[in-house]
């Protein structure tokens, strides 16, 4: 049997798991929002959790994936043939403002229930003021990742890293967070598994 062939199965062992490219928003360089307390910035916070989801989810493949730039996350992900997307974010606006969101293509009836699984699981366990979920458009901050992702994909925007009692929220249980999150990934694993292969 040609090498190839035989290495094939190893690669993704259950064809029928789902992959989920999980990314985690922003860069090293330029970390996106900050909290100016504690000087944490969603990327750092996002990194941390990403590892931290990937040994809670049980039934879906998990793919972390960093942003090289802007411009390429489509392409990295359409490469990665991911069935699903979560782009892993945090809000920030005033200091202020408070409460869980999660936005998809306005145009993608799959992304819109795919937000939807999410933002229950991200609101049952912040138990923060639910935002809801919210259609973007290629124009929209983000809308560009939404837009040209083959895969349907949502952007995640749990609580406000600007807001000190937003930000103690989500690290007062951030094992039952990245557990909330999982969970999330494998239940939109088994509503993809249900439901009919369009975006
Ligand atoms: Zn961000």
Redesign the pocket.
């Known amino acids: 049997m040609p090498i190839s062939e035989s290495l094939l199965p190893h690669l993704r062992s259950n064809p029928a798991r789902k992959l989920c490219g999980l990314v985690i928003?922003?860069k090293k360089q330029s970390p996106?929002?900050i909290n100016h307390h504690s000087t944490l910035t969603?990327f750092d916070f996002n990194d941390d959790l990403s590892r931290r989801i990937e040994q809670y989810v049980q039934a879906t493949f998990v793919q972390r994936v960093y942003r090289r730039t802007y411009r390429e996350l489509p392409d990295d992900l359409n490469a990665l043939k991911a069935d699903f997307v979560i782009d892993l974010?945090?809000n920030s606006l005033n200091t202020k403002a408070t409460g869980t969101e999660v936005l998809y293509y306005h145009k993608s009836e799959i992304g819109k229930s795919i937000a939807g699984i999410l933002l229950n699981h991200l609101v049952n366990h912040l138990r923060l003021p639910n935002r809801g979920i919210k259609p973007k458009t290629s124009e929209d901050k983000g809308g560009y990742l939404l837009k040209y992702t083959t895969a349907p994909s949502v952007i995640s925007e749990p609580f406000f890293i600007d807001n000190d009692n937003d930000l103690a929220r989500a690290n007062s249980n951030i094992e039952g967070f990245a557990a909330a999150y999982a969970a999330a990934i494998d239940a939109i694993s088994k509503f993809l598994d249900k439901s009919p292969n369009i975006t």
Do not use: D, I, T
């Open positions: 928003g922003h996106g929002a969603e974010h945090c």
